[in-house]
């Protein structure tokens, strides 16, 4: 499992999509979730940064875990998710900050997302609230962004969570462009 989030972590640095300390992966396990570490180098991931602790209830590995374990834990409880990746992808944030969701024209983003929900939290760092919005937008959505500051994805595998949480990013910044040549979308997004 280890060498799995290892591996996840350093492509997502590699990819631009998460900060040298920012950004958190984990998968769910019966009741047990395995979790990057607080402050942990996503791109340098060591077997210590993977914590374990409940999905349901408090122990010893929550003082360690991810300062966005609230938000995991929702998700887990809300959704058939196994696995998570929370990035900090640049495009997303920017258009996060930019329009209340995305509806993505390139060929890859709409086959693997219809819509990009972007939600709102004042407390957008694990917080009550924003497990709650984050959760609820996840049940009908394998990818969302929380505003100006990332993206959740969920999905079975780690591997897949990473893939669309690339998708996603290429999504926001094709959109970004079209928006910085000109090329507004449809009327039904809010800009």
Do not use: Q
């Not at 995305?102 to 972007?118: A, M, W």
């Not at 959740?152 to 591997?159: D, I, P, S, T």
């Amino acid at each position: 499992m280890y060498e799995e989030f290892r591996r996840i972590g350093k492509i997502l640095f590699g990819l631009g999509i998460v900060g040298s300390h920012s950004g958190n992966l984990s998968i769910r396990s019966g009741d047990r979730i395995f979790i990057t570490r607080r402050g942990s180098i996503v791109g340098d991931l060591r077997s210590e940064d993977i914590i374990e602790t409940g999905v349901h209830e408090d122990d010893s590995g929550v003082l360690l875990a991810s300062t966005e374990l609230k938000v995991h834990r929702a998700i887990y409880k809300k959704t058939p998710a196994l696995a998570i990746v929370h990035a900090h992808p640049p495009y997303a944030v920017a258009m996060s900050m930019l329009c209340s969701e995305i509806v993505p024209r390139n060929v890859e983003g709409s086959y693997f997302f219809h819509k990009i929900p972007v939600v709102s939290a004042k407390l957008g760092v694990g917080s009550d609230e924003s497990a709650e919005k984050v959760s609820e937008a996840l049940r009908d959505y394998k990818g969302i962004i929380l505003k100006g500051h990332g993206s959740f994805v969920h999905a079975k595998l780690l591997e897949d969570a990473l893939s669309y949480t690339s998708v996603l990013e290429s999504a926001c910044k094709t959109e970004y462009m079209l928006w910085l040549a000109g090329k507004k979308p449809d009327a039904s997004v809010t800009w």
